[in-house]
C-alpha cells in the first residue's frame, strides 16, 4: 500500500491552494491596478485620464479628480473595482466653445475609455498573477510541473475574479453614456449665465474686475459719486480697480459685489441690500474691447470669512467636523470653479484672464494683544487650509491658460505696524485695507507685465476689439 502523506505536506498543499484561490488573484489585481497606466480621452476640447482603483466596499461612488480635489460621482458602481476620471487641461478652445454650445458626447467617449481601460487591465491582471504563482510555487517546492500547474490555476482565478470585478463595473459605466458634461457626474446641471436686459456701459473698458467683496474694496472708502449699486455692493475709490486704472490711466470697470458667489453674482444675479444686482458675467460679455478679466472669487462659497472670525474666538478649530465642513464645501466650489473656468475661455475676443488667489491674513506666529486670543496653532490651520483652497484656484487657472496671481501680504498681516488688513473692529474684518488693495493691484500689474500663458493647441483666434 502507498505510503500516507504527512501532516507537513497536506499542510503545504492547503496553503498552495488557498495561496493560490485567494492571495495571490487578490494582489495581481491590486497590483495591476497601480502599474497598468490610464486611458487618455479627449472630448469637447479637454483631455481626461481614465483609470481605476480598489475599494473594501461591494459598491459605491467613482471619483472625479478636479483641480487635485477627489469628489465623489453620484454613479454608483458595484464591485471593488471603482472608476477614476482625472480632468487634465483645455486642448482645444474652439472645441470647448462647441460643447459648451451643445453638449454632446462626453458620456460615450468616457464609457469607450474605460473599458479599453479594464480590458488592458485584465491582461494585465492575468500576467501579474502568473508571475506571483511562479515564484510562490518555486519557493514551496521546487518542482516545475506545480509551478505550471500553479501558473495556469492562479492566471485562471485571477483572471475569472478580475473579470466579474470588471463585469459589476460594466452595468455602472452604462450609466455614464447618457452623461453630457462633467457636472452631471457629481450631480448637478452646469451653471448657465442668467440673462439680464441691463444696459451695459455705453463707454469700452480695456479692463474688467469681476469678483466679490475683495475685488469691490469693502470695508474702504466708498465712491465719489456711487449708485445705488455701487453702495449696495460697497465697492470703493480705494478698490484694487480703481488702483489699476490710476496706475495705467486706463478704462477700468469693477463689476465686483460684497457677498458675491459663482452661482449668484457671476452667472446669475445676486440680491444685496435690497438691490438686485445683474449677472457680472452677463455684463462682461456685452461690454466691448475688453483686454482683461481680473476674477476674485470663491471666499464667500467657502465662508471664509465668518469661518476663520469663528476659528479665532473659538477655544480651537482644527476639529473633524470644521475639516469635513471645509472638505464638502471645496468641493462644491470646485465643480463651480469649472463651470467659470469654462465660460471665461470662451469670452468675445479672447481677453487674457487673471484668477487672484487670497492673501494669508495672519502671520505664521501671530503676535496679538487682546481679545480674541490668536494663536499660533490656529493661525497654522487657517493658513493651511487657505493653502489647500488657493492650490485649487491656480491649478483651475493654470489648467485653462490664465494666469494665476498670488498676493504678498508677508510682514504687512493682521497686528502688524503696518497691516494691510483690516482688524476685527474694522468697517469688514480680515478684508484688505487700502493698502492691501494696492499690494493686489501692484501682484496684478507685475503679472501683465510678463507675456500671457500661451493658450492651449487649437485655440480659437481673438476677434479684433
Known sequence: MGQRPSLSRIVTIVLVVVGLALVIPLASI????????AQNVEAGGQSLA????????????????????????????????????????????????????????????????????????LLVTVLVAAVLAALSLAVLRRRWQLIIGGVVVAAVVAGGSDALAINSAAQGLQQLSQVRTLDQLVGRAPLAVYPTSHRAPSATASTVVIGDSTAAGAGNPPLAKPTMEDTACRRSRDSYAADIA?????SVINLACTNASIEQG??????????????QLARLEALQGVKTVIVSIGANEMDWTQFMELCLVSPQCDDSASAAWFSQALDSFTVDYYDLLQRL??????????????????????????EPAITTAKSKVLLNRLTTFNTVLADGAESFGFDAVAPSFAGHELCTQQSFVQGLDDAAPLHPNAAGEIAIALADEEALLNPAPPRPTGAATPTPS
Open 30 to 37: 491590486e497590483v495591476s491596478l497601480l502599474i497598468s497606466p
Open 50 to 121: 481614465l483609470s481605476a482603483g480598489p475599494s473594501a466596499s461591494t459598491s459605491g461612488s467613482g471619483t472625479l479628480e478636479l483641480f487635485g480635489q477627489s469628489i465623489p460621482t453620484t454613479q454608483q458602481f458595484s464591485g471593488p473595482i471603482r472608476p477614476i476620471l482625472l480632468w487634465a487641461e483645455v486642448t482645444h478652445y474652439d472645441e470647448l466653445l462647441a460643447a459648451l454650445k451643445q453638449p454632446g458626447h462626453l458620456g460615450q467617449a468616457i464609457r469607450d475609455g474605460w473599458s479599453t481601460y479594464f480590458v488592458r487591465q
Open 246 to 250: 490710476a496706475v495705467n490711466n486706463s
Open 266 to 279: 457671476l452667472f446669475g444675479p445676486e440680491e444685496i441690500n435690497d438691490v438686485l444686482v445683474p449677472s
Open 345 to 370: 475661455a470662451t469670452l468675445p475676443g479672447l481677453p487674457r484672464v487673471i484668477v487672484n488667489e487670497y492673501y494669508d491674513p495672519l502671520p505664521a506666529e501671530p503676535d496679538c494683544t487682546g
